[in-house]
């Protein structure tokens, strides 16, 4: 098994209308394997026609998919839910092979990616409006909730899965149709799960998926057409500003999942190995590339010899390689810029002052690999700090007080996911009431969970995924005003 015989003959096209096609003049996209740098396979390179095409399909679902019973729209999710987890080896190994990650780890991605499905299964059924008496009396207040309309999806390439189903599972749920543009690196999981939504009896032209190297025009001629009523973007925050001002003149609603900048905390009240297992978590999931990565780990100074030199230890033996071969724990980079990046960051903090307590060198060969590492008295403005590593690095800095270490935390552009570790409960409430982040984990290296509201504040930007509120994003209310009778 390679995970690519989830794909059917057609199934590197585009998915418009619920028909597999070639892009206009037939261009294709190659798809790269991190592991060697070699071309795993091609897939369709979609025109801004093309777009043009799937928006088109999806407004033409729009109403009638609005006026599916929610029950009906639950249970599709629902056997999409049993279909993907039958299939769940098929997915892993097919998102390690296009992204890097080992197969492992490809599969948890797999398990908490699907969930967003089984979910919003349940939710698409409680979707309510209410109905109360006016405050003075007499009238009588309704609400009504109706899906948005039809929506954009733009995906990046390190959760394929998962920031997928993340979105189309509560639009699907409200009765909203999408076109879906996955990262153009890592195209292959979305075809796949477009193919097993088919399956699921999903009806045509709710879901239409573009794969395409013209991302720029594609977004700004999607956003310009006033019949996309959504967009929602998981990626970069710089891509992210510039999808927010395309998005002015239609004045569309907007989700956006940006970049993070965690700060890890470790009190001197911590237990020091329970820090080191969260860390292992926090900074080596998806080999750092996650917006929920811990990437800057601050240390009360009389705990943090000791911290980095278990964490130095744990990091040190892990074994580097191709995510499918057996006894790997750290797959490649996603690609060469990302390799240069990460050991620009780590020469720059070793320039800054910081000691390397192990890694911090590429090694030679194809593919593109950068060893876990550890840095140990990193200065807190060194740019490993104020930049979003995005690689298997955890820069180590030191504060004196809690008020330091609260102070280092919030400065920083970003908000997104907070990490903190420490056995007192008053200080808890306050580092939790001080963080400006949108989660923070106490005692806890991973905060992802489909039941609970993902997102972030400042330029991690704005909108919830997953829980509750997860399917808010895809609903509008309608106030209706009823006199008393
Ligand atoms: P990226 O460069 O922003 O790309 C994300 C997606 O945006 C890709 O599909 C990309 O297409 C597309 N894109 C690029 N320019 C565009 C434009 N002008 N118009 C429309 N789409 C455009 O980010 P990335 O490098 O793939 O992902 C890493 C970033 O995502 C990190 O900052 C990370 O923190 C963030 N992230 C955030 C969350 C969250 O939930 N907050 C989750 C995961 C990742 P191409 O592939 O064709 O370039």
Known sequence: MNGLDLLGPDQRGLFIGGVWREAEGGKRLDVIDPADGSVLTDVADGSVNDAVDALDAAV???SAWANTPPRERGEILRTAFGLITDRADQFAHLMSLEMGKTVAEARGEVGYGVEFFRWYAEEAVRIHGRWMQAPAGGSRLLTIKKPVGPCLFITPWNFPLAMGTRKIG??????????????SQTPLTMLALAGVLTEAGLPEGVLNVVTTSHTGEFSQTLQADDRLRKVSFTGSTGVGRI?????ADQLQRLSMELGGNAPFIVFEDADVDAAVEGAMIAKMRNMGEACTAANRFLVHRSVAQEFAEKLGARMGGLTLGRGQDDGVDVGPLIDEKAVESVSQLVTDAVHDGATVVTGGQAPDGPGYFYPPTVLLDV???????????????APISTFESEDEAIRQANDTEYGLAS?????DLARTIRVAESLDFGMIGINSGLISNPAAPFGGVKASGFGREGGFEGIEEYLETTYVALPAG
């Open 170 to 183: 509560p639009a699907i749920a409200a009765g909203c149709t999408m076109v879906v543009k996955p990262a």
């Open 243 to 247: 999808l927010v001002r395309q998005s």
């Open 419 to 423: 990490y903190v570790y420490t056995r």
């Open 60 to 62: 033409a679902a729009q």
């Open 379 to 393: 200065p807190v403005d060194s740019e490993i700090n104020v930049q979003e590593i995005f690689g298997p690095v």
